[in-house]
């Protein structure tokens, strides 16, 4: 699908590391996430509990980012991007991703459907930097659409934000009918906006312009 690049766009991909600790093979992991960040803009994901749990159960959530970005560095791996497991964030994971310079695609546009009542996340409608409580800033691109999402405004004709930005995870592609998706509204996306990576958005934004801070984009 990357190589493919529907509609023009190029996209991204956020991996986890390999979870050695779970038997996973981190040569081959390594070989494969070569092979995507060689494609378009490779980012950190953070399953901080195991492969299929992606929340963390327990402290260390910013500590746990730091160790994973060091290792993919150390890997021959230039992550520029992250988003967390499960849409989760803290205050450290963000002081994490400031420290790695990261750009944190975590935020986002709408509450997570499936999150649980008093979960946390992080809301912003556009890309914004925001202030974090140690004074980094930390830059972000929210998510604003799954595949139903955007299926659901392109066929309504309905506004588009300023950023449309889309995600969709790989076990997606293993669904005949959700791949179809993916190879369909990204063209019909590109009719209405020009596509562009999340690198090349983060390179042009002003992000000195319309400063947020931490607390304002926390919700739970």
Same mark, same amino acid.
Not at 136 to 142: D, E, T
């Given at each position: 699908?990357?190589? $493919?690049?529907?509609?023009?766009?190029?996209?991204?991909? +956020?991996?986890?590391? /390999?979870?050695?600790?779970?038997?996973?093979?981190?040569?081959?992991?390594?070989?494969?996430?070569?092979?995507?960040?060689? $494609?378009?803009?490779? %980012?950190?994901?953070?399953?901080?509990?195991?492969? %299929?749990?992606?929340?963390?159960?327990? #402290? *260390? !959530? *910013?500590? $746990?980012?730091?160790? =994973?970005?060091?290792?993919?560095? =150390? +890997? #021959?791996? =230039?992550?520029?991007?992250?988003?967390?497991? %499960?849409?989760? !964030?803290?205050?450290?994971?963000?002081?994490?991703?400031?420290?790695?310079?990261?750009?944190?695609? !975590? +935020? &986002?546009?709408? &509450?997570?459907?499936?999150?649980?009542?008093? *979960?946390?996340?992080?809301?912003?409608?556009?890309? &914004?930097?925001?202030?974090?409580?140690?004074?980094?800033? +930390?830059? /972000?691109?929210?998510?604003?659409?799954?595949?139903?999402?955007?299926?659901?405004?392109?066929?309504?004709? %309905?506004?588009?934000?300023?950023?449309?930005?889309?995600?969709?995870?790989? !076990?997606?592609?293993?669904?005949?009918?959700?791949?179809?998706?993916?190879?369909?509204?990204?063209?019909?996306?590109?009719?209405?906006?020009?596509?562009?990576?999340?690198?090349?958005?983060?390179?042009?934004?002003?992000?000195?312009?319309?400063?947020?801070?931490?607390?304002?984009?926390?919700?739970?």
């Amino acid at each position: 699908m990357q190589e $493919r690049r529907p509609g023009g766009f190029a996209i991204a991909a +956020l991996v986890r590391p /390999a979870h050695v600790a779970a038997g996973e093979d981190e040569a081959r992991w390594c070989e494969r996430a070569g092979e995507a960040a060689a $494609r378009a803009p490779f %980012g950190q994901h953070t399953h901080w509990t195991g492969p %299929g749990h992606a929340r963390p159960t327990t #402290g *260390g !959530t *910013g500590a $746990r980012v730091l160790a =994973e970005g060091r290792r993919l560095r =150390e +890997l #021959g791996l =230039e992550p520029t991007l992250f988003c967390g497991g %499960g849409w989760y !964030t803290d205050a450290e994971v963000a002081e994490a991703c400031a420290r790695l310079g990261y750009v944190d695609c !975590t +935020l &986002r546009a709408a &509450r997570p459907p499936y999150l649980e009542e008093g *979960g946390p996340w992080a809301a912003l409608a556009d890309p &914004r930097s925001i202030r974090l409580p140690s004074g980094s800033r +930390l830059r /972000a691109v929210p998510t604003t659409h799954s595949l139903g999402d955007l299926a659901r405004v392109l066929r309504r004709r %309905g506004a588009l934000p300023q950023v449309t930005h889309v995600y969709f995870h790989d !076990t997606d592609l293993l669904d005949g009918r959700r791949r179809a998706l993916v190879r369909v509204l990204l063209p019909l996306l590109a009719r209405r906006a020009a596509p562009l990576d999340l690198d090349s958005l983060a390179a042009r934004l002003a992000w000195d312009d319309g400063e947020v801070a931490w607390d304002d984009v926390v919700r739970l």
